[in-house]
């Protein structure tokens, strides 16, 4: 089993959808949480991190569920240029080392 | 404008060259990563260094070897690759090594013939 999952995709969403990805992970002494997300060609960049409260950032919302093991982020409103990969990264808190899931394909049109 | 600069972009060499990938950091960070970027498979981290002392080699073939002359500069030095190892390498920093956030380089994308 991966140390992270998550389903690969493609999503293909009309603009103004709301979608949610999920991701699980294996590790329950990970410690922390995040999403990145990876425009085509480029470099990833940190989206949000992942609070046991769970996290607003505008029309982005992250949550964790530490007893099921996922994390969820989800978009509302969604916009051509939210088009991207996104990658799940859990720190296993082993030498806090992060784990990247292989991402996500999010395919906005209009 | 990203603060962690990678050169080259691409990379074509044969199996039986020597070459290397640099890595700069613009951000006063103290630690610096290398990636290896397959296609649909996930980020696999490769070398680790903090204050230019690596902290992890993750396995990685005899054939890659890191060097951090400074916490500002990353080197991948490589020679006799293998097809396989085609991929897009990735440098990244963070603030200090179990900092959550990392700044990315744009990658070299390598290939071996």
């Known amino acids: 089993r991966k140390e992270v999952e998550q389903d690969p995709g493609p999503f293909n969403v009309p603009e103004g959808a709301t979608v949610a990805f999920n991701c699980t992970y294996s590790n329950s002494a990970s410690q922390s949480f995040f999403w990145y997300r990876q425009d085509c060609r480029k470099e990833p960049k940190l989206l949000m991190s992942?609070?046991?409260s769970g996290n607003e950032d505008g029309r982005f919302t992250a949550q964790l569920n530490r007893a099921s093991q996922y994390i969820s982020l989800l978009i509302r409103d969604s916009k051509l240029s939210d088009s991207a990969t996104y990658l799940c990264?859990?720190?296993?808190?082993?030498?806090?080392?992060?784990?990247f899931g292989a991402g996500t394909i999010l395919r906005v049109k209009s | 404008e990203t603060g962690v600069t990678q050169t080259p972009r691409h990379l074509v060499m044969g199996m039986t060259n020597k070459k290397s990938l640099k890595c700069e950091q613009h951000l006063g960070h103290n630690a610096m990563y290398w990636y290896k970027q397959s296609a649909k498979k996930p980020l696999e981290l490769m070398f680790v260094?903090?204050?230019?002392?690596?902290?992890e080699n993750n396995s990685v073939p005899s054939r890659f070897s890191p060097e951090c002359p400074n916490s500002s500069h990353l080197f991948l030095h490589l020679h006799t690759l293998q097809p396989e190892d085609s991929a897009l390498y990735l440098c990244?920093?963070?603030?200090?090594?179990?900092?959550?956030?990392?700044?990315f380089g744009e990658g070299s994308r390598l290939t071996v013939l």
């Open positions: 260094y903090s204050l230019e002392e690596r902290v």
């Open positions: 990264v859990v720190n296993r808190g082993d030498g806090n080392k992060l784990v």
């Open positions: 992942v609070y046991s």
């Open positions: 990244a920093s963070s603030l200090d090594s179990r900092a959550g956030e990392l700044f």
